[in-house]
């Protein structure tokens, strides 16, 4: 393992069926990589917290498992961009018994935190581990990989969830090794990144929560730092958000965790725009292939998510009394029906073979450090003038984009709100080197015009679900239909109508504000 400061473990983790998991046992295509014999026992751990669940607030988790005649306390701590989407913190002591003793903690830090008097004296058992591991030594290459499956379960208060995964730990050598072999056991039997560890799966469990959809981090930059370390900070941001909101997905398909699944991509695209000139253009190309497909099947959840909440839903709560409600029911059964659509075909994403084998390189390109050595020399360059020339390249094209903006129709107004999300998201990215007051109000200013062009282009975007409605479900009464249409027709021009007024005073607030990069 990697050394640090602290005691860590870097690890993969894949959820599979019971079903893969016997196959993959009798699978001989690891044999190349064998490097021992295999060993199976029985793990049973009790992980503790407050009642409050405090640890938890702190992304502390805190167990003793016990290995045959022993017992044996781990402090772990959840995963940072900064140190990468692999590694945590991992504390380890051997203990007397089952009950934790927190004052044996070697890290400081964390003993600190875990000895208060409010967390301390209030720890009790929380939730159960119980599965029969299978461990497998692989050495890959110049790296000793253990392969552990896992079969069993998490209990806490008489409710149950099964675990089937595969856990991926470096022992020694490259953390590419690890998305190697995980490449290989997806082409042998069908497996998913799982971005939840056991104890979040055991809280969610007590909570009765699921995971919610998660907005982005803000990111602290040193004005120190290299041109590649900012990269390689930017991509595993983007792409912790990603597994936060796969994670969300997977529990439930919503309007929000779609949306914010979509952010986490658009931001890791920016991302690879922001440093264009510095990567190999086929390089490049080739990462934003991987994510293009996922955004092209999310967009109809999104479109008509967006459908529903900014234009169905007003309009039928703003109707007059002598408006034709009647139209609008059968009209908005089958609205409804094409967003369940669209979500379905979500699902199935998260659930291909293809969507996990994407997941895996993009993650692999960023955390084997290739994303890194794509920049060649510039990666050790350092950051602040790189920021600040592509903030200001982007501007520029910004504004050159909005000339005569007021001048414009709907339709044409598109580039502009490319232009302006793509500035915001890269000023969002490098905006902790810059003063902060001014970094807020530019992108407050842009924000606000940023919200206004997408409202545009939500109202354009209606008419063409209109025709993919009549399309896809004609309609059972062509009358009633055709008046729902003319209703929202009607709401998206007044809409459109109004954005348009807005635009020219958004842009002129923004435009008069001084470049906060300088």
């Given amino acids: 393992m990697d050394d640090r400061d602290a005691p860590t473990e870097i690890e993969l983790t894949l959820r599979l069926s019971p079903e893969a998991a016997e196959r993959l046992k009798r699978h001989r295509g690891l044999a190349r990589w064998r490097n021992g014999r295999s060993l ?17 607030g702190h992304q502390i988790a805190l167990r003793v498992r016990k290995i045959g005649a022993r017992h044996i306390q781990t402090v772990k701590q959840a995963p940072n961009a900064e140190a990468g989407l692999l590694r945590r913190l991992e504390d380890e002591i051997a203990v007397p018994g089952q009950a934790p003793d927190v004052h044996l903690v070697t890290q400081k830090k964390l003993r600190r935190l875990l000895a208060a008097p409010g967390i301390a004296p209030h720890l009790r058992p929380t939730f159960v581990t119980d599965f029969r591991r299978l461990t497998v030594p692989l050495e890959v290459g110049d790296s000793l990989v253990e392969m552990a499956v896992d079969r069993g379960e998490i209990s806490a208060d008489g409710s149950v969830r099964p675990i089937c995964e595969v856990e991926l730990e470096l022992k020694h050598g490259r953390v590419g090794a690890l998305y190697e072999v995980a490449r290989a056991l997806a082409e042998v039997v069908p497996v998913a990144i799982e971005p ?8 969610g469990l007590i909570t009765g929560e699921r995971p919610q959809p998660r907005r982005a981090e803000p990111l602290d930059l040193d004005r120190e730092c290299t041109i ?33 699944l979509r952010v986490s991509i658009r931001r890791l695209r920016s991302a690879l725009h922001a440093f264009r000139k510095l990567l190999p253009d086929e390089e490049r190309r080739r990462v934003v292939a991987m994510v293009r497909w996922i955004m092209q099947v999310c967009a109809p959840a999104r479109a008509w998510d967006v459908f529903v909440a900014e234009c169905l839903d007003p309009l039928r709560e703003h109707l007059p009394e002598d408006a034709p409600h009647d139209a609008l029911q059968g009209f908005t059964a089958d609205v409804e029906q094409m967003q369940a659509d669209a979500h379905a075909r979500v699902e199935a994403l998260l659930a291909d073979p293809r969507f996990t084998a994407s997941c895996l390189e993009l993650e692999s390109w960023w955390e084997s450090g290739t994303a890194r050595s794509m920049l060649g020399g510039a990666a050790d360059l350092p950051l602040l003038p790189f920021a600040r020339d592509t903030i200001r390249a982007l501007a520029r094209r910004l504004h050159t984009e909005a000339e005569a903006m007021a001048e414009r129709g709907a339709e044409e107004l598109h580039d502009v709100r490319i232009r302006a999300k793509k500035l915001r998201y890269t000023a969002e990215f490098l905006r902790s080197l810059f003063r902060r007051k001014a970094a807020k109000a530019y992108l407050g200013a842009l924000a606000d015009l940023q919200d206004r062009l997408g409202s545009i282009n939500d109202a354009i975007t209606a008419r063409t ?53 300088r």
């Avoid at 993919?468 to 459109?496: K, M, Q, T």
């Fill in 196 to 203: 939840l560890s056991k104890a979040e799966r055991g809280y």
């Fill in 40 to 56: 199976s026992r029985r793990l049973v751990a009790t992980y503790y917290d407050t009642p409050e669940l405090a640890l938890r």
């Fill in 228 to 260: 590649g370390d900012a990269f390689e900070l930017i991509g595993r941001n983007c792409l912790m958000q990603l597994r936060a909101n796969v994670a969300s997905a997977q529990a439930a398909v919503t309007p929000e965790g779609v949306h914010q």
């Fill in 465 to 517: 679900l209109l025709d993919d409605l009549e399309r896809v479900r004609p309609p059972a009464d062509a009358e009633d239909r055709a008046r729902a249409r003319a209703l929202i027709a009607g709401w998206a021009s007044a809409r459109i109508a109004e954005d348009l007024r807005a635009v020219p005073g958004l842009w002129e607030a923004f435009a008069a504000l001084k470049p906060f990069w």
